[in-house]
């Protein structure tokens, strides 16, 4: 729960209807029921008739839902952000498939804090290690959305999901302000690198049955960024670590590990 002016945000892609789901439902439900936090970014989400996997894990805890798809008509499937507090106002946006047949997109969500409006945007970007000039694209249009959806008097916007992309990639140095690639620079604070223990923090991993098959190194690949901290200094970071790192028994919540981030406001 929130403590003095902070406010606790966990990532987590939870790999949509890969089985075991119920049992992994559970350990979702318990890790969430353990670490409290008051945002929480879901990617690969199944929205469905009698199947609504967003307020499936929500389900007794007391959070607000927004959902948005992936763009396919056919098949609802997309970003959640789950809120301690009531949703102001949403909205989604695909975002640019460079040439590829994958579908995704950004779901925003203004949350009433005690605090003050905070914005909170949740994605997941294209996944084949090659497609770094897709993901290049897609960040760019991020940072579009994000500017248009948030004003000056509000909190620090929050930035949370899959980004399918490792912290020296050209995406991910974009959004940390290292390169402008070609253009002006932004700035967002890396919560692993401003507050994790400085470890590797790779959130897909080999000794995770349900990734290891892929045959992948560990990559750091799952992100929380703010957008701050601002001249008031609102959007700190003050700690950070991996979430979902362990099974639960031998049920493991996800392919992917959560990351969760305290950040002062």
Known sequence: MTSARTIKVLTLNIWNRGDPWEERLEVIRAGIA???????CLQEVLSLPGFDQAHSIAEGGGYHVAFGSDGDDHYLFGNAILSRWPIERTAVRPLPRGGTDENRAVTFAALATPFGTLPVFSTHLNWKLHHGHVRVQQVRDVVAFIDQETDEGELPAVLAGDFNAEPDSDEIRYLRGLTGLGGECVYFCDGWSAAGDGTQGATFVKRNPYAGHYLEPDRRIDYVFV???????????????LAFDEPGGDVWASDHLGVLATIRV
């Open 34 to 40: 353990a670490m409290q936090p008051d945002v929480i």
């Open 227 to 241: 957008r701050g901290p601002n001249e008031r200094m609102e959007g700190v970071v003050t700690e950070c670590r």
